[in-house]
């Protein structure tokens, strides 16, 4: 028997609850060949949808959410995985169409899995989540354009969402000067001590704005689509590089070629749910090299499992900063 989070949808409406489950209620051994210990999990965007039912996030009801996880192998029918070996999961669909990781057991395919780096605990590996190492990711695609700190600023959308904080940290440690777009002045010294350079008002780029504008940015990490990326092109340097990673504001692209034929800019699109294992492993060893461990503490709020029905609805309300981290236990 294991304790879980379950989201229930029938006749009678939908319910989010904390529940205990037999083991023999998993997804079959020929569905997913490794049983987990998920130690930690955390609340990313997707999942903070799924637990309010505000989008048709899971398609496969009853569903254990839980995108990510990390915590430790127990049983493995996979030859690259031995139990007792640590592990970190994101994506996959897992909490969509396959049982997740907010729970105390859950069982995964191998092939999903990335090995934990030993720079981490399973608990800083959640404070990083889907959400960090989307912003790894990111910061990936801009080098692989070949964006250098010299090149000039970065904006930073979304800056104290997840992704915003953390890709803020490790560009900053990389030696770019960072402008985070945020539209929580209060919140200014924390991104200050992440690494921000500058912090502007995310109003400047919500609204339509000229196809081309004053350039502003060598380049970009956008976590919000719609009006802001829009403008965050229009204001990219020429031979700069957009990475666009989310749709916070909404998934529109109402702009104009002008940046790309004008300009050169590119548009790095980054995907986290289906990057190939080589690539998140990659992600996974850069953010033990590149991201301060220190700088973590500042960006989590550590929850229960029972509490995260109630985070979930902060994070869709925008009430919150950073990552919320949830403890399995």
Same mark, same amino acid.
């Given at each position: ?15 989010? #609850?904390?529940? =205990?489950?037999?083991?023999?209620? &998993? ?14 999990? =955390? ?5 903070? &949808?799924?637990? =309010? ?17 990390? #915590? ?45 780096? $030993? ?11 889907? $959400? ?53 002045? +209060? ?61 916070? +504001? #909404? ?23 289906? $990057? ?18 220190? &700088?973590?503490?500042?960006? *989590? ?23 919320? /981290? /949830?403890? *399995?236990?």
């Amino acid at each position: 028997m294991f304790k879980a989070l379950l989201l229930e949808k029938d006749d009678a409406g939908f319910r989010a #609850g904390l529940t =205990t489950l037999d083991e023999s209620r &998993l997804p079959e051994w020929n569905q997913a060949d490794v049983l987990v210990q998920p130690e930690y999990s =955390t609340i990313n965007y997707k999942d903070a &949808l799924a637990l =309010t039912n505000r989008a048709p996030v899971v398609r496969a009801w009853p569903m254990v959410p839980g995108i990510d996880g990390a #915590g430790t192998v127990l049983e493995s029918r996979h030859p690259d995985w031995q139990p007792g070996e640590r592990f970190v999961h994101n994506g996959w669909g897992v909490g969509e169409t396959h049982w997740g990781c907010l729970a105390e057991r859950a069982r995964l395919k191998g092939d999903w899995l990335v090995k934990l780096p $030993a720079a981490f605990t399973p608990r800083q590996a959640m404070a990083i989540g889907t $959400a960090g190492y989307t912003a790894m990711l990111c910061v990936l695609a801009l080098e692989r354009h070949g964006l250098q700190p010299a090149d000039g600023d970065v904006l930073v959308t979304g800056a104290t969402g997840g992704v915003g904080s953390v890709a803020i940290a490790l560009l900053s440690r990389l030696g770019y000067r960072v402008t985070a777009a945020s539209g929580k002045p +209060q919140e200014a010294d924390y991104l200050n001590a992440l690494g921000a350079a500058a912090v502007v008002d995310r109003a400047e780029f919500a609204a339509a704005g000229k196809p081309l504008q004053k350039e502003r940015w060598a380049g970009v990490v956008d976590a919000l689509g719609s009006h802001t990326l829009v403008n965050a092109l229009a204001q990219t340097r020429y031979g700069g590089v957009v990475a666009a990673c989310g749709l916070a +504001q #909404g998934m529109d692209l109402p702009g104009s070629v002008a940046p790309f034929i004008l300009r050169g800019v590119t548009l790095a699109g980054v995907d986290s749910v289906m $990057a190939p294992r080589a690539r998140r492993q990659q992600a996974w060893d850069r953010l033990a090299r590149d991201l301060d461990p220190a &700088l973590l503490e500042r960006m *989590i709020t550590e929850i229960a499992l029972a509490e995260a029905p109630a985070a979930a609805a902060r994070l869709i309300a925008g009430q919150m900063r950073g990552r919320y /981290v /949830v403890r *399995i236990d």
